[in-house]
C-alpha cells in the first residue's frame, strides 16, 4: 500500500512539474476561428527577416520557431487575435 501511494504521489509530482515547464506563455484568445491564420504571421515574420521554421499552438498563442533578422535563433509566442508578440514567464 506505501509503495502505491510513494508511486502516486511521484507521477503527480512529476505531470505538475511538466505542466510548469511547458507552459511558458498563455493566451486569452477564444475560439479558433476566431484567429487570424498562421500564414498571415508567418508572412509579418518572413517580411521582417526571419526565416520560420515552424508554426504551432501552444496555451492557446501561436508559438513559432524560426531564425531572426539577426541570426539567432528564436522561440516566440504570438497572440492569434491581434499576431502581437506575448512576454513569456521564465520557468
Do not use: N
Request: net charge positive; charged share 25%; glycine share 8%.
Amino acid at each position: 500500500m506505501k509503495r502505491l501511494l510513494v508511486l502516486t504521489a511521484l507521477g503527480s509530482l512529476l505531470s505538475a512539474t511538466t505542466a510548469l515547464a511547458t507552459g511558458l506563455a498563455t493566451c486569452d484568445s477564444g475560439p479558433q476561428e476566431t484567429w487570424q491564420p498562421q500564414a498571415t504571421l508567418e508572412k509579418q515574420l518572413t517580411d521582417k527577416g526571419w526565416q520560420v521554421r515552424r508554426i504551432k499552438i501552444d496555451g492557446g498563442c501561436y508559438e513559432v520557431y524560426a531564425i531572426d533578422e539577426k541570426g539567432q535563433k528564436v522561440e516566440a509566442y504570438f497572440h492569434p487575435k491581434t499576431l502581437a508578440p506575448v512576454p513569456t514567464k521564465k520557468s
